[in-house]
T-cell receptor, first 115, second 112 residues
């Protein structure tokens, strides 16, 4: 049973460019959350998608947007990249009907470097 | 407001017990989690505790929750070198769409 799959694993972009990161949730999960983890910090919540809609959003600017597809996979888009966007981007999947007590399954992340 | 605090570093010898501490500020938190992150990897859920529990034991792991002091701890018995990693405490609320609020992580270093 595959867990959460993220692609690509590493990415280097130039300031001002746009980037798209992808996530396939664990089998049976219908909810995808995205987190940003800067070096030496804990993950920070970006947003969560359920039923193809953004259900909750953290304190991130509109440059960060996302999408969820009918097969529950998700994309994170970041426009007008800044040096400060360099981080590990983590995708976490869960099953909404199971409640939050079941926890979230995290992928290994995409390491984004903005130069 | 929501905030989760952890000490940054802990160093122990192999075979000793490790205790990692965490404090949180939101008393309405429903679930509290411990995640492990190894270098270059994502987060692995170790264990979690529901807010109406005081203790949970799972093999070498023991979680203690003091709701009055908003204090959570993770005890790892017989710590091994493979336990060297960053440990994150996180809280959430039992409602749809809830986000996990993480601490900055405690780096556990186990020496042989």
């Amino acid at each position: 049973d595959a867990g959460v799959t993220q692609s690509p694993t590493h990415l280097i972009k130039t300031r001002g460019q746009q980037v798209t990161l992808r996530c396939s949730p664990k089998s049976g999960h219908d909810t995808v959350s995205w987190y940003q983890q800067a070096l030496g910090q804990g993950p920070q919540f970006i947003f969560q998608y359920y039923e193809e809609e953004e259900r909750q959003r953290g304190n991130f600017p509109d440059r960060f947007s996302g999408h969820q597809f009918p097969n529950y996979s998700s994309e994170l888009n970041v426009n007008a990249l800044l040096l400060g966007d360099s981080a590990l981007y983590l995708c976490a999947s869960s099953q909404t009907s199971a409640g939050t007590g079941s926890g979230y399954t995290f992928g290994s992340g995409t390491r984004l470097t903005v130069v | 407001g929501e905030d989760v605090e952890q000490s940054l570093f802990l160093s122990v010898r192999e075979g000793d017990s490790s205790v990692i501490n965490c404090t949180y500020t939101d008393s309405s938190s429903t679930y509290l989690y411990w995640y492990k992150q190894e270098p270059g990897a994502g987060l692995q859920l170790l264990t979690y505790i529901f807010s109406n529990m005081d203790m949970k034991q799972d093999q070498r792991l023991t979680v203690l929750l003091n709701k009055k002091d908003k204090h959570l701890s993770l005890r790892i018995a017989d710590t091994q070198t493979g336990d060297s990693a960053i440990y994150f405490c996180a809280e959430s609320f039992n409602q749809a769409g809830t986000a996990l609020i993480f601490g900055k992580g405690t780096t556990l270093s186990v020496s042989s």
